[in-house]
Structures are given as structure tokens and as C-alpha cells.
């Protein structure tokens, strides 16, 4: 039964790079780069959270049930998870690019690619930790938690589409996604796991179309780009 629970804790970043290795080879090069971001995130939050458990601790002494409540959803795990993993994924980012990130529509593409395989793995190896005390979880956490943490960074990862057209876009995006992540644990302790199931997939609805539109309206503006110079010919 552990590695039945084992496989299940693994399967959507396993997916996603069979995916990547048979069908996107262009981007299966960056591999290594996605899988150390989803590692080095994990650790860091767990770091974190460590280092700031005191304070923590006290606050919630002095704050009673909502505020600990409050604090937890939207900052020890929102924050926290959201930050580190957008910082460990925009300096992927900056390693494949260098100068070069502006380049229209290439940086967006790898964005998705990485967002997907960080998120799917942060959110595995934190099911594995879980494993260990609610073995059980792991069935509600795959369309769920697991989920979430892929979609939130989607929308973290827009931020390299929306940061080149206006510089508060990068910022905003992940802020969104603190917010988002901060509201599914709302959710998840005041519906249970069907309330977090129905909120995991009007977000997965909502991600999707984002990212439609932002791979559309590159596609679109590269045509223009192509047909400018005929039409100047003419």
C-alpha cells in the first residue's frame, strides 16, 4: 500500500516529464534547472519555517483563534510557498535567458513548462512528508493541494508576460497567487476536501484561460510582426 501511495504522491511530475522528454524535447533540456527550483524550494521553505516558528508561536498567543488562523493560511503557507517557489523560479528563468529573457513568446513557453514541473514536484515531495502521518491524505491532496500548488504558480510564472507590460506585473502576479493559495486553505478548513476540490478546479478553469490568452496574443502579435513587412512592401 506504501508505494501504491508512493506512486500517487509522484505521478503528475513523472507525467509532465515523460510528457516534456517525448513530445517537447526543446524543453526538456532545461530539466535539470526545473528539478533543482522544485528541490531547492522545498528546502527553503522548510528553512523558513523554522527559523521563524518563534515568531509565530508568540503571534498566536496574542492573536487568538482567527488571526493564528489568518496567519497561517495566507502567510506561513501562502507566503511562504508562493514566494520561495517564485523566486527559485524566476532565477531558472534568468539562468536559461541571460540578457536575452525578452525575447517574445520563447520566455513565456519555458515559464509554463518550468511552472508546471516545479509546482507538480513541490507539491509532490510535500505529499511525501506528509505520507508519513496521513497516508491516507494522499488521494485528497492529488486533485487538491497538489493541484494548487501547480496553478498558483502558473500564475506566478504569468508575471513574465504581464512584468513587460508594466513593471508592477511580475510583483502583482505572484501576489495573486499568495492570495489564491491563502484562500484554498480558507476554503479547504471551512469546506473540507470537496469545498477545496470545487475551488481547485474553478481555479484550474481560471488558470487555463489566462494562460490561452497570453499564448494567444503572442501568437497573434507574432503574425503581425511577420505581415508588417510585406505590408510595408506594398
Known sequence: MFFLYLFFCFVFPVLWILYMLVSRRDM????PLFLAAAVLSVVSVSVLRALTQPFFSEFVIYSGDTGAFLLHSF???G????????????LVLQRVFFSSREL????????FFSA???GA???SLETLAALFYFPGAVFSRLFTANLLHILALLVSASGVFFGKRFPAGQAL?????????GGYNLVLAYFAVPGALIYTLFLLLAVTVLWMKIFGRIYFSARKKMQAPGDAQQ
Open 28 to 31: 526538456s533540456r532545461y530539466l
Open 75 to 77: 502567510v506561513q503557507a
Open 79 to 90: 507566503l511562504l510557498e508562493e514566494a520561495c517557489k517564485a523566486v527559485f523560479f524566476f
Open 104 to 111: 517574445y513568446g520563447i520566455a513565456e513557453s519555458v515559464a
Open 116 to 118: 508546471v514541473l516545479e
Open 121 to 123: 514536484l513541490f507539491a
Open 173 to 181: 502576479a505572484v501576489l495573486a497567487a499568495v492570495v489564491l493559495h
